[in-house]
Structure formats: C-alpha cells, structure tokens
C-alpha cells in the first residue's frame, strides 16, 4: 500500500542560513568546517579527546562563529565586501577560541586581573557573539542582551532600587568575557554537550527513515478516523518530537507532509497550519528527547535528566490528548472524515520494515532512565544510529538470511559490549564498518548519507547554539549585579496578595519575551527572575521551571510573532497570523496545565500539595489527571462550538464556565465546575438526541 498522493508545496521557510551549502568553493569549505564541528562535539563526547572545560566552550563558540558569519551572509547574497566581513567576524570568533586556548593556564592565573590583551579579547568575543545573534535571530535578543550588558556597566546611575554599587569595565568583561559565568556560562556548556548530541542524533535518525516510520504508524492507526488527517498530524509530531526536540524543524518536516494532507481532505489551512505548528511546539515538552530546554533545566537545578521528563510527561500526555481531542471536535463539526483503508499504509508492515530505528531511542530511554547522564547517553544512541545505518548498508550486501542474522547478532553484541567495556568497542566496530562499506556496493552512497547529516546536524545547531553564547551576557549580569532580586521581589510582593496574578505576570513575562527571543533565552531569562521567587511562594522549584518553559513555548505560537506559525505559513499557504489564532485553540491545554500544576504538584508527579496532604498522593495524581482532562475537554468543546453535535451559544458559555472553575483552585470551585460539568454533558445530549451527524447533508468530505 503507498501514502496517499500528496504533493507539498515546497516550503518558503525563513532559514537565516539559507537552505544548505553552496555549491562553490565557499560552499564546500563551510560543508567539511561543519563536518569537523560534529566530528570534534562526538570526539569530545566519547572522550576520544579530553579538553578543559572551557576550551570546550570557547572552541564551541569558535565553530558556531566560523559557520554562521558566512553562512548568512551567502544566504542573504551579500557581494564581495559583505563576504569579507563575514569571513573577518569570523576569524575573530576563531582568535578568541585559540588565545582561550593558548592562554589556558595563565587566564586562570589572572583571573579578575585582567591585562589589556585579555580586555581586547573579551571585547571581540562579546561584539562578535551579539553580532552572530543578530545575524541570526534579528534584533530582539541582543537588544535584550545588550541592555543587560549597559546595566551591568551604568547600572548605578538609575534611581533605587533599581540600581548597583557600580563595577569597574574590567571586572564586566571578566565576568562575561572569561570563566563559566557570561558567554561561556551553563547555556553554552549544555549546547556544547548535550544540545549538540541529540540535534546529530535527530538528523541521523530523519536520514535513515525515521519521518517515514513514524507517519506510516500514524497513517495506519488513525487515518481512517473521522479527521483522521489532523490526528496524523498530531500523532507523527509528537513521534517526531521524541527525537528532535525543536517545533521549527518539526513544522518544516512532518508539515510539508501534513498541512497539504489535512487541506485536501477539508480542513482549513488556517486550523491546518495551527495543529501542526502546536503538535510540533509539543515535542519540546515530549519525553524522552524533549527540548533543549530539558537539558538546562536539568543542568541548572542540579537534578538527573530523569527527573525532569518524570515532571514533564503526564503533561505533554494531556497536550497531545488536548491537540487530538481539538482536531476531533473541528472533524465532527464540518463532517470531515478519514482516508480510505484502501489507501493507507499497514501500521504493522511499516514496524516490522522499519522496527530496527525504534532501537537507538529504546536505548536513549533505557539509559535516561537508568541514571546515565544526558550526554552518556546520547553518545550511545547516536552511536547506535550510526552501526545501525552503516550495517543495514553491509548486510543488504550479504548473500543468505542466515549470514544477515548472523551480522545483525554480531553487531548487536558489539554495542551492548559498551556496559562492559565503554564505547571503545563500538567505535571500533562503527571505524571497520565505514571501511567496509567504502568497498561494498551502494556503501559510498551510505558513507555519502552520514556525512551529510554531520554537516546538517553542525547547521541546524547554529541558532540554538548562539542564543546559548548571547543569553550567558543576561546570566552573567544576573549573578554580577543581583538583579533578579529586584524583579523576584516584585512577584513576591505581588503574591503575598495573590498567587494567581504573580503566576499571571511570570506567564505575560514570557510570553512578551518570546515574542523576540527563542524558546531556550526566554526560560533562561524567565527562570532566573521568577524561579527564586515562585519558590518563596511555596511553589516546588521544578515546577516553577516547567511553568516558566511551557509558556516559553507557547510564546512561539501567541500573536503577533508565532514564529512556528510563520513557518508553516507557506506550506499551508495562509496568514500567519490567522494560524497563530488557530494554535492557540489547539493549544489550549498547554495555557491550563501550567497553572493546575502550580496548585497540585501532583499533575507533575512531585510530592506537595494541599490536595497529596488531604487525600494521599497516587489519588491526587489520579484526580488532578481526571480534573485536568475534564477541563481540556470542556474547553475545546467551548471553543470549537461542537460536542455530540453543534453547540448553542448557552451551551458553549456553561461549558467555558465549568472549565474555568476546574482551573480555579479556590474554595467549592472543583465542586461548582463538576457539576456545570454534569449539567452541560447532560442537557446537550438530550437536545442532540436523534438529530442528524453535523456535515451529512454536505457530504463527506473535500477529498
């Protein structure tokens, strides 16, 4: 059986990048620069090349500089001058990184002691990471970043209690130019690690298959369903999610698939482009991979991996259930129905075809869970990718099945050897394949495959990995001066008299930030500020941080910006801006979840809680689920104006009450919203009994 015949518009998608590397001399010098790139992050990784620390971090920046002056300057078609000056930025990034290098040793020496070549050097990399940021990602965040820095160094000329005692232009520089506090800070110490690792680990994943896979399975198992082409959408994204773990990338691969599949079988392009952009914006909050948010978190509260995917997956559950339902009542309302059987894949063909990609993830969550560190992990999983990759390509070659199990067998020995004798074994294993298949028919062409991914994977962890260098100048200023003091004070004093609006200005806090800045600066930033002082109103800390991270993402789908809705725009060939009022339907779980979080911990599986107190956790757990659901559902109803069948203006507006109250964690309010609850379920199936399925007069659907 083959997918149904869709033909995607090719998309328009901004990449400041542009869309690969030129096919010049220049094209071809910053391809194999971004291959090396990768080969170092996995040589580092692996431990097959031991760095300082902060060598790490400088060379990072380096390579992230190196790549990313040229790269936009080609896509932007700047002449000869323009080229200069992106290759002479780039340099510059380089020179940092080897005097970081060079001077090892004696910087440590002097630290807070600056000499005047360390100032110019500090001053070069500051300029060159706000203007890569720039390059990248447009004014916002070094504007916002900037405005840090000038505090930082005029900050004790403004009135009290906004101002500083005052440092000197050394001590600035040192503070966010050299050692693990500015630039090369926790952000850019988990790009350089974690962040990178799993952006190779995705792009492998996507080469050998892995879009295909998943689509299929989503194809086979909810196709045929009433608006089964929407619940493909948000099924395949969220797969996707697991793996890459960025809701841009996500729309501008599984939506040139999907937005075109949910319009020819009659779904709006608006409502099309806003469920891929929310189900794709979900896979930073979808375990195991999740975000690279997940990563700084981690790393920032000094918790295991675990425990953040622990805190994130009931609710990225009741996201994707909440996306699902939504495209469910938007299906029954206009009588949208599925795709025939006849044309869908087989679920479980495409499994058994493809069920070896599901390995490396299998692995990734075993260790994960297991308490292997983040970056272990990924190693092993990217690792696994590969054997599986090059060795597909050699047993293809084998004569018999017999031989092929025989491989298949000794191959996987090799890589559970790891447990024993670390990753020497399969890098050993996955060096004798490369070799192999430099000979073998066909294996030039996998060779060809992998090193293309290295070179993507380097390109797509360039913006992520600049917002890491340019946000560390916030931090830095942050711990220098102590400003978030001043703002946590605020949100404190604001909660003394109300938990809800402090949660309320932390929410417009990160919306409004994202409206300029990507997901993980707007946490970073956020996270400072309003963690402390969330937790001095009783909030579990963890919990406060997913707070702060959902509404971080959902900055991405929220007027007038919505970057992920204008990245489907051109595939679903609508406004922006009318998507982004879609997603935010779509997404209406992910405004309700934080908040419902905050007053029972237990939807975030942490221990705390009036409600774990009273009745018992696992109860709360179940009954903050239930309650939660329950409010999702009323919700979506309202907004969409369907249930059994169409709804009443009455009925929307009791149903919008009843959800409301569940939200509300005030005294009766759960007692109040079941009931509105049960009066509005019961009412509208006694007016809808007997009457016709909404759109059956109409037809089925635009097939």
């Known amino acids: 059986m083959s997918r149904p015949d869709v ?44 760095v300082p620390s902060q060598v790490l971090r400088a060379t990072h920046v380096a390579f992230l500089l190196l790549l990313a002056f040229p790269l936009v300057a080609t896509a932007r078609g700047a002449g000869a001058t323009g080229k200069a000056l992106a290759w002479g930025l780039a340099f510059l990034g380089v020179a940092v990184a080897t005097y970081q290098f060079i001077e090892y040793e004696p910087l440590i020496l002097r630290a ?3 000499n005047q070549v360390d100032l110019v050097f500090g001053v070069i990399a500051l300029a060159t990471v706000f203007l890569a940021a720039y390059a990248m990602m447009g004014p916002a965040l070094p504007i916002i970043s900037g405005s840090f820095l000038l505090y930082a160094l005029f900050g004790q000329y403004l009135p009290s209690p906004l101002n500083h005692r005052g440092y000197d232009f050394s001590q600035v520089i040192d503070q966010l130019a050299y050692g693990t506090e500015g630039i090369y800070g926790i952000p850019i110490y988990v790009s350089a690690t974690y962040i990178f690792l799993f952006i190779l680990f995705g792009s492998f994943l996507e080469r050998a298959g892995m879009i295909k896979l998943f689509t299929d399975i989503s194809l086979g198992c909810v196709g045929h369903a009433r608006g089964g082409a929407a619940k493909v959408a948000v099924i395949a994204s969220g797969m996707m999610g697991t793996i890459s773990g960025s809701g841009v990338a996500n729309v501008v691969t599984t939506g040139q698939f999907t937005i075109p599949l949910m319009k020819r079988f009659g779904y709006r392009p608006a409502f099309a482009g806003g469920v891929e952009a929310t189900a794709s914006m979900g896979g930073q909050i979808m375990p195991p991979v999740m975000g690279a ?26 996201y994707f259930a909440s996306a699902f339902w939504m495209v469910h009542l938007e299906a029954g309302k206009h009588g949208l129905h599925g795709l025939p059987r006849a ?11 493809g069920w070896f990609l599901i390995l490396p993830l299998a692995v990734l969550i075993y260790l994960l869970f297991s308490g292997y560190t983040p970056l272990y992990a990924g190693t092993i999983g990217l690792a696994m990718t590969v054997l599986l990759i090059l060795g597909g390509s050699v047993a293809l070659r084998l004569p018999s099945m017999v031989i092929r199990m025989v491989f298949w067998i000794g191959l996987g020995l090799v890589a559970a050897s790891f447990f024993r004798i670390g990753i020497g074994a399969i890098l050993v294993a996955a060096a004798a394949l490369i070799a192999v298949n430099a000979f073998v028919s066909g ?12 070179a993507e994977g380097a390109r797509t962890a360039l913006p992520v990995g600049v917002a890491c260098a340019v946000v560390g100048v916030i931090i830095g200023t942050m711990t220098l001066t102590g400003v978030a003091t001043t703002f946590g004070a605020f949100i404190v ?29 707007n946490y ?14 009783g909030v579990p800390l963890l919990v406060s941080h997913m707070f702060v991270f959902y509404f971080g993402i959902l900055a991405d789908l929220t007027p007038p910006v919505a970057l992920a809705c204008f990245a489907a725009a051109p595939i679903a060939r609508e406004s922006g801006l009318k998507i982004s009022f879609e997603a935010i339907k779509v997404a209406a779980a992910g405004f309700v979840i934080p908040f419902m979080a ?14 774990a107190a009273a009745i018992g956790y696992w109860p709360a757990v179940a009954y903050i689920v239930f309650k939660t659901g329950l409010a999702i559902a009323l919700w979506g109803a309202a907004v969409v104006g369907f249930l059994r069948r169409r709804m009443v203006a009455w009925e929307r507006l009791l149903a919008t009450a009843a959800a409301f109250t569940l939200v509300a964690a005030l005294p009766m309010t759960d007692e109040i919203g079941f009931a509105l609850a049960a009066v509005i379920i019961g009412l509208h199936w006694l007016r809808t009994r007997g009457q016709p399925e909404a759109g059956a007069a109409a037809g089925s659907n635009k097939a």
């Open 598 to 611: 905050v007053y029972t911990p237990s939807l975030m599986l942490q221990e705390g809680g009036p409600m």
């Open 524 to 537: 970073i930033i956020t996270s400072s500020i309003a963690g402390p002082a969330l937790l001095e109103l």
């Open 443 to 454: 294996g030039r062409d996998t060779l060809i495959s992998c090193r293309d991914a290295l």
């Open 293 to 318: 948010v997940a990563f700084i978190m981690a790393e920032t509260l000094g918790v295991e991996y675990y425990e953040v995917v622990k805190a994130a997956l009931i609710p990225a559950l009741l």
């Open 7 to 50: 033909s995607p518009p090719a998309a328009d998608f901004h990449d400041p990048t542009g869309s690969g590397f030129a096919k010049t001399p220049e094209g071809r010098l910053l391809f194999w620069t971004a291959v090396a790139f990768s080969l170092f992050q996995i040589a580092t990784a692996a431990h097959v090349l031991s």
């Open 493 to 521: 004093s604001v909660g003394e008299s109300s938990l809800f609006l402090s949660l309320v200005l932390t929410m417009v806090t990160c919306i409004v930030l994202g409206m300029g800045i990507p997901t993980i600066p």
């Open 343 to 353: 044309d869908l894949p087989s679920p479980i063909r495409a499994l058994r075809e």
């Open 112 to 114: 807070g002691d600056l």
